[in-house]
């Protein structure tokens, strides 16, 4: 039972141009929502968050917004540069869950590529 | 400010062998969470501790795992009698868990293979 999807598992897109990461999720109590960068053989790396009292939140580059009423998400990242090639992954965290552990429930994530 | 540290980064075990991966968090951090993510796969959750304290092992296989993070020194993912299955990539975070931040921050991993 996926909680956390990213339909598409991989995207192409020229440089400069717009990159469109997409994420759907099933359980409404997720309430907060997070972006992750990885480069093979390294650790995830945070890119950006929302809080779902918000709908959109940018940083530089990046913008992620957020439809709670169809339960999906998206992360803008424009320009696109050949630096951004790498996987990004899509993540949940629930305020409440058990003890109140904030753990984090991943997408499978979607590997971009960047073609300069 | 160094930011999580793993290791070892790579470690192979023969099939009944035990596995120990160790995790510093980032300075300042007291919450330890500890991911597994198989090929192909995104991250599974697995433990979340604070200092001496396990919160929530509920991603945690019953059976042959452990994990624990002491008063003085690293976070420790212990694999007892380890199986080919067991094969994967064990990222550790941590976080300061204040009311305004719930970013969880990476280390490098772990890359167990077990022969």
């Known amino acids: 039972d996926q909680q956390v999807k990213q339909n598409s598992p991989s995207l192409s897109v020229q440089e400069g141009r717009i990159s469109i990461l997409n994420c759907d999720y099933t359980?409404?109590?997720?309430?907060?929502f997070l972006w992750y960068k990885k480069y093979p053989a390294e650790g995830p790396t945070f890119l950006i968050s929302?809080?779902?009292?918000?709908d959109k939140n940018e940083d530089g580059r990046f913008t992620v917004f957020l439809n709670k009423s169809a339960k999906h998400l998206s992360l803008h990242i424009v320009p696109s540069q050949p630096g951004d090639s790498a996987v990004y992954f899509c993540?949940?965290?629930?305020?409440?869950?058990?003890?109140?552990?904030?753990?984090?429930?991943f997408g499978k994530g979607t590997k971009l590529s960047v073609i300069p | 400010n160094a930011g999580v540290m793993q290791n070892p980064r790579h470690l192979v075990r023969r099939r009944g062998q035990e596995a120990r991966l160790r995790c510093s968090p980032m300075?300042?951090?007291?919450?330890v969470y500890w991911y597994r993510q198989l090929p192909e796969e995104g991250l599974k959750f697995m433990v979340y501790?604070?200092?001496?304290?396990?919160?929530?092992e509920s991603g945690m296989p019953k059976e042959r795992f452990s994990a624990e993070f002491p008063k003085e020194g690293p976070s420790i993912l212990r694999i007892q009698q380890v199986v080919r299955g067991d094969s994967a990539a064990y990222f550790c975070?941590?976080?300061?868990?204040?009311?305004?931040?719930?970013?969880?921050?990476f280390g490098p991993g772990t890359r167990l293979t077990v022969t």
């Open positions: 359980n409404s109590m997720f309430d907060y």
């Open positions: 929302i809080s779902s009292i918000k």
């Open positions: 975070a941590s976080s300061p868990r204040t009311d305004s931040s719930y970013e969880q921050y």
């Open positions: 993540a949940a965290s629930q305020k409440y869950s058990g003890a109140g552990s904030y753990q984090l429930t």
């Open positions: 300075k300042g951090h007291s919450h």
């Open positions: 501790l604070q200092k001496e304290n396990i919160i929530d």
